[in-house]
């Protein structure tokens, strides 16, 4: 999670990713951003994020990112 | 808010934006002052009646033919209902409609408009049409005279189609916007302009193809069982010319005599006896010989109803109180507005 | 059937009422018929085109889905015999399969629009390397364009690819698949529309709302208000800008950027207000595709706001599984490891935008210039992309100027002119005409005969005053709407909700530029 968020700050860094819940819907997060964050968390985490997952759902706050990585790292 | 209240506030609503949609097309539509040709058919409607003799047809028969000429000559009573590029099929349609007003004895009708079978200009189209009122002649007479580009709609709520003058409207249309005076005498259009012909023309273009088109033909033809079941003798006439773009050719000529004798119809070609009626194309022309000017248009006039007198037994009512009452103003109109353009 | 017709609103008078008449259960064939009927003043060839982009969808979607649930059936009963690697395995097997048959329907469906649309182009830029090798030309055949095919296209490849992804519903009835794709509204412009937000909404029953209804019925007055009485009015004076663009250049070049600006507002949200406030009368509810672009304080955000719809589905569909495929990622650590860090980070992206741009400004037209007007719409976003620590410290520096009402307004002011800078390609459509007039700008100072010149363009003063006022009320209502409930807080005035509408109507009617009669020299005759 701290990995997660510190990648976050790293393109942010005035934005409070911790309590944030409307990352996608209040626009703070946008396509660029998107595309940077899966390309990132594929180096650190080794996961890949399939672009079906790309979803406002997914991407609003950090818990529901890091339940994603969870997600498709089990599978 | 309750129903009913909405319900009543849209009624209301609705009626005034019609009120003001009529207004403004009343506004908008154009009055024809200055090109006066839109304004004859709408005219007829307040002197319908009592007519023994109608004219149909283009400017042929409404810068040729004077009625108060005849009136006061022959006491022929008699109406002009000739508008700008008059189609055969619209002159039908206005005959029909006028059978409905009056029984005429005559009607006459110029055949130049035979050269036309398809539907030819909008602007023209609207100086014949829009100043009808609505009947089924109406009606049809639209949709056979709509160029491709027209909508019936645009006949209906003439606002569609002349809402871009708004922005170019002149004292005019507020002037005349619920009531206008007559531009004609009795459907005759005064020009006292005199521009003398320069030069005789020989002859006309070449053409391709000089057989008149078949659907005129066919509309002639109509009209002609029209007039025979209303009791009214139908006559053909050419209005003297001397242009090029209004040419008569021999070909043309030899198709309607060969039609007139085949259906036995009077016709009168008044192309070669301008001599005899005394046309002078120095003088007797406003456009230099594409058509007459009063003073040409009353020669003709006077030839033209010795002929409607005596060889077609037009009646002299001149005797007749009510008749000679209701040619007397039309008389003074008409003599008024000749002194009136001289002067111009 | 273009919108503006008369028989549009002829064929709008006689839907309404029969949608709502006829038993619940037939109103989605009541559209469907309605829409192959609209589709048929196109062109009865036209149909063969949509009925074939149907037919294939409809069947590339059912083998998919039948896929897919034939793969939930198999692990389902081999739950027991197969361990946690094995069914991976399974998994991304039956994937790449239900990949493949994905590809077929899209490599079908997007080959017909390739062919119909881009051949002319193709071609043409084929004959100039001919002519150049001195092999002469051949010859560029003339095909049919089926109207609204990249709208319905796109729509319907997105509800294969949401099959694909397992984001909707597979849909077994091949005539409710063919109304989504050909719903008549949205055919001519768009919005592209979701199968999942749609769909359903296309097939319920639906009955008579009448707020809804006369919300709707407000909308699409609004929408022909914008269309006739701005966008139509100022295509007069393009038209003269365009038939000889090389004579109009200096000032009236910026002119023509303010022109075109307004012009296309107004004719494609207006075209949307008409499509929304249909769909709204029929009882649905479309996607907006519009969200005041021209407040927008950078491209990128005004991307977000202009043309949402088409937005979205590049970004949904090409922008997110271009950047996130393996060869991206592949190429991600490959550029990190030699480019560095920072830079290395930046090329995959880089090079999807770029790519998503240029499919962008392929798809607006068959031409060179749309693809530079995509390509440089990129720049615009890379430049300014590249420059957000510059901002960024130019904000921490001058907070207060930064957040200044001002300072908004004018990056708004900013975006505009620039958006309307590289918008004016689709007007010149040449882009060596294009760039020359716009160095003209700069070389040439003719703005001294600009008041007399534009009053030579077609339009007279009264039209400017009109136009000006027209954009006065599309501002004055922006502002309005963005404070959310506008509609709904005039329902509860009705008197000034229909003073308001009867005003809009009236100046439809008198001000709209339609009909033969707008052009006033075709009306004032001069023959004799």
């Not at chain 2, 005559?106 to 609207?126: D, H, I």
């Not at chain 2, 009626?277 to 000017?293: F, P, Q, R, S």
């Not at chain 3, 259960?25 to 559209?31: D, E, N, R």
Request: charged share 20%; proline share 3%; hydrophobic share 45%.
């Amino acid at each position: 999670m701290e990995q997660l968020l510190e990648i976050l700050r790293s393109m942010h860094p005035d934005v409070d990713f911790s309590a944030a819940m409307d990352l996608i819907d209040d626009g703070i997060l946008d396509s660029l951003d998107i595309v940077t964050l899966v390309t990132e968390i594929n180096s650190v985490f080794d996961v890949t994020i399939p672009a079906e997952e790309i979803v406002p759902e997914n991407f609003n706050s950090a818990d529901a990112l890091m339940a994603l990585i969870n997600k498709l790292d089990e599978e | 808010m309750n129903l009913k209240k909405r319900i009543l506030i849209a009624v209301c609503a609705i009626l005034v934006i019609t009120l003001i949609l009529s207004f403004l097309q009343l506004l908008v539509v154009p009055k024809y002052r200055s090109n006066p040709e839109g304004a004859m058919i709408g005219e007829y409607y307040d002197q319908a009646g009592g007519h023994d003799v109608i004219f149909v047809g283009d400017c042929e028969v409404y810068e040729s033919i004077v009625p108060a000429t005849l009136w006061e000559e022959y006491g022929i009573s008699s109406y002009v209902r000739g508008s700008a590029q008059q189609l055969v099929w619209q002159s039908y349609y206005l005959l029909e409609e006028t059978f409905r007003y009056e029984k005429p004895r005559a009607v006459v009708f110029n055949v130049l408009a035979l050269k036309y079978g398809t539907p030819q200009s909008e602007a023209f189209n609207r100086m014949t049409l829009d100043g009808m009122k609505w009947s089924t002649s109406k009606w049809k007479a639209i949709q056979a005279s709509m160029t491709e580009e027209e909508h019936f709609l645009d006949y209906v709520f003439p606002l569609l189609r002349f809402h871009s003058r708004i922005t170019q409207l002149t004292a005019e249309d507020f002037q005349y916007a619920f009531d206008a005076p007559a531009v004609s005498q009795s459907g005759y259009l005064m020009q006292t302009n005199i521009v003398p012909m320069t030069e005789a023309e020989e002859e006309g273009r070449t053409l391709s193809d000089y057989t008149l088109p078949e659907s005129a033909m066919n509309y002639l033809e109509q009209m002609r069982l029209l007039c025979e079941k209303n009791g009214a003798e139908l006559i053909l006439m050419k209005a003297p010319t001397n242009s090029w773009a209004y040419w008569w050719y021999e070909e043309w000529e030899e198709q309607i005599c060969t039609y007139a004798e085949e259906k036995n119809l009077s016709y009168y070609n008044f192309i070669p006896l301008c001599e005899e009626i005394g046309i002078d194309w120095n003088t007797d022309t406003y456009d230099a010989g594409v058509h007459l000017n009063v003073y040409g248009a009353e020669k003709l006039s006077r030839y033209f109803g010795a002929l409607l007198q005596s060889a077609h037994h037009i009646p002299d009512r001149r005797s007749e109180a009510e008749t000679s009452a209701r040619w007397q103003e039309r008389m003074d109109a008409y003599r008024k507005q000749k002194i009136q353009l001289e002067k111009e | 059937m273009r919108f503006t017709s008369y028989e549009f609103l002829g064929f709008l008078v006689l839907l309404f009422p029969l949608y709502y008449l006829v038993p619940k259960k037939w109103q989605w064939g009541v559209l469907l018929a309605a829409s192959y009927l609209f589709y048929a003043f196109a062109g009865w060839d036209c149909i063969l085109f949509i009925l074939l982009t149907t037919l294939s969808s409809y069947g590339v979607a059912c083998w998919i889905g039948w896929r897919a649930s034939a793969e939930e059936t198999y692990l389902a009963c081999h739950r027991e015999e197969m361990d946690k690697e094995r069914r991976k395995a399974y998994k991304a097997k039956e994937k790449k399969r239900r990949f493949h048959i994905l590809l077929l329907g899209l490599v079908f469906n997007f080959g017909i629009l390739a062919v119909l649309k881009y051949t002319g182009f193709a071609m043409s830029g084929f004959n100039q390397i001919l002519n150049v090798i001195g092999q002469g030309t051949l010859e560029i055949p003339d095909l049919l364009l089926p109207m609204g095919i990249s709208f319905y296209t796109f729509q319907t490849m997105g509800y294969l690819i949401d099959v694909y992804r397992a984001k909707t519903k597979v849909e077994r009835n091949p005539a409710r698949l063919a109304l989504f794709t050909a719903f008549f509204p949205q055919l001519v412009q768009g919005p592209i529309s979701r199968h999942s937000d749609l769909a359903e909404q296309l097939y319920m029953p639906h009955s008579f709302d009448r707020k809804e209804f006369i919300f709707g019925l407000q909308r699409i007055l609004w929408g022909y208000f914008k269309k006739l009485v701005i966008a139509d009015r100022i295509l007069i004076a393009m038209k003269t800008l365009l038939a000889d663009p090389e004579e109009y250049r200096g000032g009236y070049v910026v002119m023509l950027i303010l022109l075109y600006s307004v012009e296309i507002y107004a004719d494609f949200t207006g075209g949307i207000d008409i499509t929304i406030g249909i769909a709204q009368a029929l009882g649905m509810k479309l996607r907006e595709n519009f969200n005041r672009p021209f407040s927008s304080h950078s491209t990128k955000e005004y991307w977000n706001r202009w043309h949402i719809t088409m937005g979205s589905w590049f970004t949904d569909y090409v922008f997110y599984p271009l950047s996130v495929c393996k060869p991206m990622m592949k190429l991600s650590k490959w550029s990190r490891a030699h480019l560095g860090n920072s830079l290395g980070k930046r090329v995959p992206v880089y090079l999807a935008t770029t790519v998503t741009w240029f499919l962008t400004g392929l798809w607006h037209g068959a031409g060179a210039n749309f693809i530079v007007w995509g390509l440089l719409n990129c720049l615009v976003i890379l430049v300014s992309q590249e420059l957000e620590p510059l901002y960024a410290r130019f904000r921490r520096r001058f907070p207060n100027l930064s957040s200044s009402n001002g300072y908004g307004k004018f990056m708004a002011v900013r975006t505009f002119l620039l958006m309307g800078l590289i918008r004016s390609l689709d007007c010149y459509r040449n882009v060596g005409t294009t760039f020359r007039l716009w160095g003209s700008m700069l070389t040439v100072w003719n703005w001294g005969e600009l008041p007399k010149g534009m009053l030579r363009l077609g339009l007279g003063v009264a039209d400017y005053v009109i136009i000006l006022g027209g954009c006065l009320i599309m501002a004055s209502v922006s502002v309005m709407s963005a404070k959310r409930g506008l509609r709904e807080r005039l329902y509860q005035h009705p008197v000034l909700s229909w003073v308001l509408c009867g005003g809009l109507l009236i100046a439809v009617l008198l001000l709209g530029a339609y009909g033969i009669g707008y052009d006033a020299s075709q009306f004032i005759y001069d023959q004799f």
